[in-house]
């Protein structure tokens, strides 16, 4: 019996026992690395210590060593995901990523509730772009804007939870 990894196709990544590596550009310079501080190719480190602590109780504390342990985590996430449905694109002979690639990248590397999770932001943003689209042409013509401030607020986080909540119930 084949293993779920033996179908996953680990494209522009290189495999170390228990770690995915995503390949680094070549230098232009002499030196190892073009950051002096060895985070090329990384999410921003302060980015993601904010979105650390905005799921933590406020008095917690977060370590740079951890900043660091889930930078490398979450930019690996992302470059396996996006590697995927760059793979997809590349099949299908497109050069452009959109978020239906994400989302189909996310359900064929098992992760069906982010998956579902994004397939939900996806559709509200898409909802706000037609709003803006709708109001900006409101302000060009002379009748009055739709009643509320035009604004849709999305809740990733909330997304996610409810995603969780609903895995947890299944199992029950």
């Known amino acids: 019996m084949m293993n779920r990894e033996d179908f996953i196709h680990f494209s522009g990544f290189t495999q170390q026992p228990g770690r995915l590596s995503l390949p680094r550009a070549p230098s232009t310079s002499g030196s190892s690395s073009g950051d002096p501080n060895g985070q090329e190719g990384l999410l921003p ?13 406020q008095e917690a504390k977060v370590s740079k060593h951890a900043k660091e342990v889930i930078q490398e ?27 239906d690639d994400i989302c189909h990248a996310m359900t064929t590397l098992g992760l069906d509730n982010y998956a579902g999770a994004m397939r939900r932001y996806l559709q509200r943003y898409r909802e706000g772009e037609e709003l803006a689209a709708a109001l900006n042409n409101h302000s060009r013509s002379p009748a009055p804007p739709p009643p509320g401030d035009g604004m849709i607020q999305i809740d990733v986080w909330g997304e996610l939870s409810n995603s969780r909540g609903n895995e947890k119930h299944g199992r029950d």
């Open 73 to 99: 985590c979450a930019t690996e996430f992302i470059g396996f995901v996006t590697g995927e449905a760059s793979e997809r694109c590349r099949r299908e002979r497109r050069k452009t990523v959109n978020g």
């Open 45 to 57: 480190i302060a980015n993601v210590g904010r979105i650390m602590k905005h799921v933590l109780p």
